[in-house]
């Protein structure tokens, strides 16, 4: 019988490898029209090229350019047999190296089967550094960071906000207007009066294509009076997300997303020290900003963080895009994150049919379910744009993944806090060995595995027990 098991099982496999490459190589085809379609379809409404990651990658050379306060940069840019163009940034805040190289290094199926594209790609790629006087890096970046960058120069935005491709309502658009362009969305709720009398802060860090109504609808009504009147509630939309800017001209790099927490967050609020909790891709803004304030983080509550350890030899980013995005069509979810991961016009064309008109599958799931079910999980998966999420995928799930190793080290070494890991047992988007791979960096995290809970249900589903854990993880590190 297990023999038998076992045959069927390497069967099983085999035709999931030989109908993953049919599908994903289709698929790769259909991605390359799809981008003609879409410079056209762009070009005739918005009267311009939209640039995307099919362009061959371009030697750019980021140096430092004159003093003072202002600082500004120069990215020197120049192809074989071409004259070399400068731009200048007049942004110094945005630096070349938060660019994940997954962006526009993504093989074709039948390129990845043979090796030869990513060996020769990833000998491509060289960093140089010289002196005080000189150019400070050398970097592989694709032309169209390039020309999304030129759009910061004066303080320009070349790409109209929203975009055709895009969702126009007034919930979509309710950060364009000038006094909310600067600050992320943030639903406050909990201790109220001065500030200097508020005993504990708490930040909740939303996950990829999601908002804060997966806290706020979940956890904030289910924290008791005593917690509310002992702790103001943090919970954001992140940038590019639920009610929150979604600049076209963003790379959304971790940079750009903590300093947008920073600001709308523990600035406005004049938040001195804080409990963090986060899901998923928050988990990862949630170490950063641990790092980044050692001295205030009172307690660190992660939920099915995405931690890869790299082989070594592997490069971490690439080696993180395909352990998120495996290029095969079963399981499902595995599908829908390669998908997404992988084909950039594809999965705008998602974005274009679902985003765009989320009003109508709204409509259409209250009219199904007879206005019984809520929605709350459905608005955070619509309310965010293809740009916002395309680069954040990239730039902060796989372009962090080699440096997930020195944060959980620096956490390790620095911080004093507690560390406490959840995880569904049945969660098949992040497996449960990252929890224990965080812990194998940071041992005196504590990991608890939830059974029959997945992504989701982790939270939702259990909201109430979830709100007395949390309560009490707070008390403790308080009573520390």
Known sequence: MERIKSVLAMAGEFLN?????????????????????????????????????????????????????????????????????????????LHLEEISDTLYTRPSVVSEVSKSTAIIRSQSKKVKRRGDGGVGSTFTVNSTVIEMLQGRIGGQQTLPSPRWSDCDCATCTSWSSASCKE???????????????????????????????????????????????????????????????????????????????????????????????????????????????????????????????????????????????????????????????????????????????????????????????????????????HNAAWHTLHNIICGTAGKMESYLDEIKNRLKCDVTIYHGKDDEVIPVECSYNVQSRIPRAHVKVVENKDHITIVVGRQDTFARELEEIWKNASDN
């Open 183 to 385: 600050s992320l969305f943030v639903k406050v709720d909990g201790a109220t009066g001065d500030y200097n009398n508020v005993r504990e802060d708490v930040i909740f860090i939303h996950g990829f294509i999601s908002s804060s109504a997966f806290w706020t609808e979940t956890l904030y009504p289910n924290f008791s009076k005593s917690a509310k009147s002992k702790y103001r509630l943090f919970a954001v939309d992140l940038l590019g997300f639920g009610r929150s800017p979604k600049p076209t001209d963003s790379l959304y790099t971790l940079r750009e997303h903590l300093e947008m927490i920073e600001r709308s967050v523990i600035e406005a609020h004049k938040v001195k020290s804080f409990h963090i909790v986060a899901h998923s891709l928050g988990c990862i803004l949630a170490l950063a900003l641990a790092v980044k304030y050692p001295g205030s983080v009172k307690s660190l509550t992660l939920l099915a963080p995405p931690y890869f350890p790299t082989p070594k030899g592997e490069q971490a980013t690439q080696y993180m895009m395909r352990r998120v995005a495996p290029r095969r069509v079963w399981p499902v979810i595995s599908f829908g994150a390669s998908v997404a991961c992988w084909y950039e016009h594809i999965s705008r064309t998602i974005c274009l049919v679902i985003c765009k008109n989320h009003r109508i599958w709204e409509f259409l799931a209250k009219l199904v379910t007879r206005n019984r079910m809520r929605t709350y999980l459905m608005e955070g998966f619509f309310l965010h744009t």
């Open 17 to 93: 490898d030989v109908i993953s490459f049919l599908v994903f190589t289709l698929l790769d085809l259909v991605d390359i029209v799809l981008c003609h379609v879409y410079k056209l379809a762009d070009f005739f409404v918005e009267d311009e090229w939209k640039p995307c990651y099919c362009s061959p990658s371009r030697e750019a050379i980021a140096a430092a350019t004159g003093g003072g306060g202002g600082g500004g940069g120069k990215i020197l840019v120049s192809e074989p047999g071409e004259s070399k163009k400068i731009v200048r940034l007049t942004c110094s805040k």
